[in-house]
């Protein structure tokens, strides 16, 4: 059976089961969506649509299956937020975070990430710090200190909940976030290869044999296909 929202705003009556039920509605649908829906329903006279830099569509393309409507929304409102619009700069990140995902299968690191676990370098100064602050997000956010410098960025310090919250919430805006931090935009505009880009995420700038280098291509070559 299906609800129609006009009925669930009729019916209201602030009702304990009503209350959940409205409360789960807020938190599965993107801050930019509620916004947008915010400007409607007051009849602002210039309701901010959510950008779409990129489509369902493309999306699916892109990944080789479709990302969850959250996941979607969360990767437009990334790429308008960093700059990402342009035709070299959507190519570049789009085939990174196909590849650092493995097509959208991994948002979070496969391992425990015990191995962070009282690493100074990455802020994880309390027991259960590696675990919690491991990888997490298409490009992984990884460590306290990482984790903190995001949710002062976001104004959102629920990111400090750990990579369970920022792997849903925040899957492709913690990628954009390394993505700014580290210059990649201005490296994609004066032509770095993507060898040179696959470097820079793989490897943070080091030498020696890149992972996934033909897997990245792949992608990159898939990108061009669908975007054009």
């Known amino acids: 059976m299906t609800i129609k929202l006009t009925s669930v705003i009729e019916y209201y009556e602030a009702l304990p089961h009503q ?53 979607f929304w969360d990767l437009n409102a990334c790429l308008a937020r960093f700059e990402i619009n342009t035709n070299l700069r959507l190519k570049h990140f789009l085939a990174q975070i196909a590849h650092e995902s493995g097509g959208l299968r991994w948002m979070q690191e496969r391992a425990t990430g015990d191995a962070y676990e009282w690493r100074r370098n990455l802020g994880n100064v309390k ?20 984790y903190q410098v995001f949710a002062d960025y976001m104004n959102d310090q629920k990111i400090m909940q750990g990579s369970d919250f920022v792997s849903t919430e925040y899957p492709f805006t913690s990628a954009g976030f390394w993505w700014l931090d580290n210059g990649m935009n201005a490296r994609c505009d004066r032509g770095d290869t993507l060898e040179q880009i696959s470097r820079m995420v793989n490897l943070g700038g080091a030498a020696g044999v890149i992972n996934g280098l033909a897997d990245r291509q792949m992608y990159f070559d898939r990108v061009i296909k669908v975007l054009g």
């Open 127 to 146: 027991p259960g710090d590696g675990r919690k602050y491991k990888g997490a997000g298409a490009i992984q956010l990884t460590g306290r200190a990482n």
């Open 19 to 71: 209350k959940k039920a409205i409360d789960y509605l807020q938190s599965a649908i993107p801050a930019d969506v509620l916004a947008y829906f915010a400007d409607l329903w007051r009849d602002d006279p210039k309701p901010t649509k959510p950008k779409q830099l990129i489509t369902m569509q493309q999306a699916t393309s892109i990944f080789g299956k479709a990302p969850l409507v959250k996941q």
